[in-house]
Nanobody, 121 residues
Framework: QVQLVESGGGLVQAGGSLRLSCAAS????????MGWYRQAPGKQRELVAD???????NYADSVKDRFTISRDNAENTVYLQMNSLKPEDTAFYYC???????????????WGQGTQVTVSS
């Protein structure tokens, strides 16, 4: 089984910064894509950013040039550095991992419990 443990959410003023972390565990698994989604009240969950195990990144247009995703493959940890935060970035942020079993290559999607990010104006 895989567990994703997020940390780093909180309350920040507009223009401020936060850094989210997500540590993945699961001895029998390796991780392909890892990333972050967010869901604001009354809205659908949307991709914020993701990163492959080779370091290729993908960002939502709304966060490009403000957010940076990175990962430590040795620690199976993904980070999201969020700068120049705006009130519209307020949402519950979820960590995501596409993990595969080393034994047979079958892949599964996993989600963290989420962490709240609130940006005040």
């Amino acid at each position: 089984q895989v567990q994703l443990v997020e940390s780093g959410g909180g309350l920040v003023q507009a223009g401020g910064s936060l850094r989210l972390s997500c540590a993945a565990s699961g001895r029998r698994f390796r991780f392909n894509v890892m990333g972050w989604y967010r869901q604001a009240p009354g809205k659908q969950r949307e991709l914020v950013a993701d990163i492959t195990n080779s370091g290729a990144t993908n960002y939502a247009d709304s966060v490009k040039d403000r957010f940076t995703i990175s990962r430590d493959n040795a620690e199976n940890t993904v980070y999201l550095q969020m700068n120049s935060l705006k009130p519209e970035d307020t949402a519950f942020y979820y960590c995501y991992a596409d993990a595969y079993l080393v034994r047979d290559g079958r892949s599964y999607d996993y989600w963290g419990q989420g962490t709240q990010v609130t940006v005040s104006s």
